[in-house]
């Protein structure tokens, strides 16, 4: 059974930072893209991040370029999001994503696993 349990999320005040983590388990992931999502109340879920396990190619959305970074560890099996100078508008629930394929979607629709998402709320 396959399995992404997200952890790191929590509240913090703009300008901060926080890691979050997705631990990756029940299947091999070596030929499979990894993505995170996030979903503001009302809004639809958006793809801010993604990495293909294999090579490591990475994809962001504009308006995190430069603050967040993806990046994967093979050994452990986690992909983590180091988010940097965040701000207001980033506060959702972000939810960890992998595709079978490695292909990355910018389409949540198109994505085969998911976590239960962590929440990250940014005070102003």
């Known amino acids: 059974q396959v399995q992404l349990v997200e952890s790191g999320g929590g509240l913090v005040q703009a300008g901060g930072s926080l890691r979050l983590s997705c631990a990756a388990s029940?299947?091999?992931?070596?030929?499979?893209?990894m993505s995170w999502f996030r979903q503001a109340p009302g809004k639809e879920r958006m793809l801010v991040a993604a990495?293909?396990?294999?090579?490591?190619?990475?994809n962001y959305d504009d308006s995190v370029k430069g603050r967040f970074t993806i990046s994967r560890d093979n050994a452990k099996n986690t992909v983590y999001l180091q988010m940097n100078s965040l701000k207001p508008e980033d506060t959702a629930v972000y939810y960890c994503?992998?595709?079978?394929?490695?292909?990355?979607?910018?389409?949540?629709?198109?994505?085969?696993?998911w976590g239960q998402g962590t929440q990250v709320t940014v005070s102003s």
């Open positions: 994503a992998a595709n079978k394929l490695a292909i990355i979607y910018n389409s949540a629709a198109l994505y085969d696993y």
């Open positions: 029940g299947r091999t992931f070596t030929n499979s893209a």
């Open positions: 990495i293909t396990w294999s090579d490591g190619s990475t």
